[in-house]
């Protein structure tokens, strides 16, 4: 098999570099400490990119990177990535949202502590300055005050959750999302954005686009209370900085957090010339556990873009953004990876492609079997085949794609199976999500399961009687290959399935001898 060419173009945490090198299908580009001109030389055969805010990717380093398939932003922001000309050129541009989460959150509350005690000055005040004066640094209460969250998102409503700890009364505005992802909070939503600029205390978590970009300006400063603190540890100019500087040096805005500016680094902005604001530059995800969650998802997303398995939070996808709720986006990288898994246990011809559909994720169908095509074909169209072109594919080969919507009748609160018939069988997945992004395989075949739809496994059909699994398990010892988990499940007629997950790489020779075992009835070998 040919390896598969990862370049990772900055800096990330050495736990990434020990993921990439631990594949054997991988080759590792560290082009860290290389000049960004040499980068472009070297960089043309590389099947995936990992950069983040130090390397541009613009015309240049698309132009250069003529074997890409995607690009992995290690971190949330993309405003260096030109998503457009990566669209142009049927690359996938992908990033990692959620793993500095939490260090955002905290970063956040610790402005907001900040905003409402001034204990930067007061620490500075003293320590520097060893002036000892109580009566400079009186601030005010979180508790009973009103906030308003601008972005309920992944970090927005977490923000939430810890000042409404601090008896903070929380007003949320999110056009994006239900009402009542708020409310069961016992949060109060809005779609009047005049609500939050009543608040005492005011905090956007929203990307940067052209909806956001001076979402908080004069205009929306003067409608403000007296008195109010802002906050952002989002993207620089989310609030417009001008107006910033002239809400505060008027009294108009008591006090300001702020991480993140327009033009970076900024260490002469005008905003660090007033005293009744705290800066920091741009932290959000600088917590020791934050890079190496990054490094880590950055690594396994790569991996999956390399081997044409998924897509994790891909960015430029035929699909607008605005249109798919939270609660859909992991059943597409499911979807997807259950298309993949039932190509490799069904190595044939492709005749069609089915999905059936229960609950709620019914109503988004259509994409969802373009990524379950994406996933499908990947098998048989290593280099061709991506979300754009997945139907035109599928057509040209005679290919069958359909869906089909029903009640749920499994118990669960959505459930997705895909059946993928070929010349030689007819191969049923199926999967769900628990929790907010908990994916899981739930059935194959009929046969009932429950494991994540990650690593390296041999899927075993066999008779139903007793020894079956000392003898794989004596086959797998005897070659020094380690069992990381096993799930066994049973069915009608004398038959059961296994799914057993390995820590190494399996050759044919393992699987031929597990094949010539008397309750074997097929054994196949598949990675995701």
């Known amino acids: 098999m040919k390896q598969k060419k990862i370049i990772v173009c900055d800096a990330i945490h050495e736990k990434g570099f020990e993921i990439l090198r631990a594949e054997k299908d991988i080759e590792v580009v560290d082009a860290v400490h290389v000049s960004k001109d040499e980068l472009l030389k070297i960089m043309g055969d590389c099947d995936v990119a990992i950069t983040r805010s130090s390397t541009d990717v613009d015309e240049k380093f698309l132009n250069a990177a003529t074997n890409l398939k ?54 500075n005040h003293l320590k520097i300055e060893r002036v000892w004066n109580r009566e400079k640094w009186y601030g005010v209460e979180l508790c009973e005050k009103r906030l308003g969250v601008i972005g309920f998102g992944n970090i927005g409503s977490r923000v939430a959750i810890r000042a409404k700890a601090f008896g903070m009364e929380v007003i949320a505005y999110d056009p994006y999302i239900s009402a009542s992802k708020v409310t069961d909070l016992g949060m109060t939503y809005t779609e009047n954005f005049d609500d939050i600029l009543a608040c005492d205390f005011i905090t956007i978590h929203t990307p940067k686009n052209k909806e956001t970009v001076n979402m908080i300006s004069h205009d929306e400063i003067a409608k403000m209370k007296d008195g109010v603190r802002l906050i952002n540890c989002a993207r620089g100019g989310l609030y417009n900085e001008d107006a910033l500087y002239e809400g505060i040096k008027s009294g108009k805005i008591a006090f300001a957090g702020i991480d993140v500016f327009s033009k970076e680094p900024a260490t002469s902005h005008p905003l660090l010339d007033l005293e009744h604001i705290c800066v920091t530059p741009h932290l959000g995800a600088n917590t020791l556990e934050s890079q190496e969650k990054i490094a880590i998802q950055a690594a396994e997303n790569a991996i999956s873009a390399a081997r044409g398995i998924s897509y994790p939070n891909a960015l430029n996808l035929p699909i607008k953004a605005e249109d798919i709720p939270s609660f859909v986006e992991p059943y597409l990288e499911l979807v997807q990876k259950m298309g993949f898994l039932a190509a490799q246990l069904n190595r044939s011809a492709i005749k069609s492609i089915k999905l059936e559909l229960e609950g709620e994720i019914g109503s988004y169908a259509k994409s969802l079997l373009t990524f379950g095509i994406v996933g499908s074909l990947k098998e048989a169209n290593e280099n061709k085949i991506n979300y754009v072109n997945a139907e035109f594919v599928a057509k040209e080969k005679g290919i069958e794609s359909k869906f089909e919507v029903a009640n749920s009748t499994s118990g669960y609160k959505n459930k997705v199976t895909l059946i993928l018939t070929t010349e030689k069988d007819v191969v049923s997945i199926s999967g ?21 739809p990650k690593g390296k496994m041999i899927i075993f059909k066999n008779h139903d009687v007793p020894g079956v699994i000392a003898h794989i398990a004596s086959i797998l010892a005897k070659e020094g290959i380690n069992i990381a988990d096993f799930r066994l499940g049973r069915g009608a007629h004398q038959f059961a399935m296994a799914v057993i997950l390995v820590d190494t790489d399996i050759d044919k020779k393992i699987i031929s001898e597990l094949n010539q075992l008397e309750t074997c009835v097929w054994v196949e070998y598949a990675v995701l």
Do not use: W
């Open 70 to 123: 995607a690009i992995v932003r290690a971190g949330v922001g993309v405003d260096n990535v030109d998503q457009d000309g990566c669209s142009r050129r049927g690359i996938i541009a992908m990033n990692v949202p959620t793993a500095n989460t939490i260090a955002a959150v905290e970063l956040t509350m610790a402005h907001l502590l900040g905003c409402a005690r001034s204990f930067v000055n007061a620490n």
């Open 432 to 452: 769900t999500v628990f929790g907010e992004d908990e994916q899981r395989i739930v059935g194959i075949n009929g046969f009932k399961f429950d494991f994540k």
